[in-house]
């Protein structure tokens, strides 16, 4: 069976955005916990079934994907304790979730957003894919224009945040000077906020996804070549995290 969210799921998500404070969270979490926590396990589960024809390192049970609610406020300015969206991660086995690349799910009221690449990632592999780019720069285009004109999945380059300056190291003319000058790299796709009611939410979400795999699956070889040698022999995964 299809899942998808209902409309009270979405009203939860509103009033959420509106009301974002702990009092009003715990009087409706019975509304939380049936309305869409349990529908999001069921859609990443159904998500990832799909992804073992294609992705099959970046599946994993369902709640080590599914995003928590809570935001971390630690060290942030903005202390409201609850994400208005609800997320989902699929990180490559054996990589933390805010490392390596991996396909990101996002739904809200306003929209269903998806998004495959490397975010932020830690040091060392930002330095190594950087240098895969300057090495590689043409193929990476080639793959995210074919993405990009792939007839109605509405990608485009993620956010790249990039450096005003060629980070050291690097040839002020180097022909993949905004690939190296980048903080990010993939690609994402927004679709409306109504897809989330409909059956058909799992099946447009891996179209995408399988769309992405190759991106995704480059940015990762460039970091498991490059990288730790611990993390370049498959067996190794299941073992501790590098970072």
């Given amino acids: 069976m299809a899942t998808h969210f209902t409309p009270e799921a979405m009203k939860f ?45 970046h599946v994993r049970p369902p709640h080590k ?3 928590r609610i809570y935001r971390d406020i630690r060290f942030s300015k903005n202390k409201l304790p609850y ?3 609800l997320a989902a991660w699929w990180a490559r086995r054996g990589m933390k979730k805010t490392s390596g690349g991996g396909f990101y799910l996002q739904v809200s009221p306003q929209e269903v957003m998806v998004a495959a690449g490397v975010y932020m990632p830690e040091r060392e592999q930002l330095l190594t894919i950087r240098r895969w780019m300057s090495e590689n720069h043409e193929a990476y285009r080639a793959m995210v224009k074919k993405l990009t004109r792939a007839r109605g999945a509405g990608f485009e380059d993620i956010d790249a945040q990039a450096l005003t300056r060629m980070p050291k190291g690097f040839a002020a003319d180097d022909p993949a ?14 679709m ?13 979400i891996v179209r995408r996804f399988k769309l992405a795999a190759p991106v995704v699956e480059a940015l990762n070889g460039a970091i498991l070549t490059g990288g730790d040698s611990s993390m370049r022999d498959r067996s190794m995964v299941g073992r501790k995290p590098l970072f």
């Fill in 192 to 204: 409306p906020g109504e897809l989330a009611l409909e059956p058909s939410l799992a099946k447009e």
């Fill in 65 to 67: 994907i599914t995003m």
């Fill in 83 to 85: 994400k208005s969206h």
């Fill in 177 to 190: 000077d905004d690939l190296v000058r980048a903080k990010n790299w993939g690609v994402r796709a927004s």
């Fill in 13 to 57: 998500l509103r009033g959420l955005a509106r009301n974002n404070d702990r009092v009003w969270f715990e009087e409706r979490r019975a509304v939380y916990e049936r309305a869409l926590k349990a529908p999001m396990l069921a859609l990443v589960e159904e998500i990832s079934a799909a992804m073992e024809g294609f992705a099959p390192e």
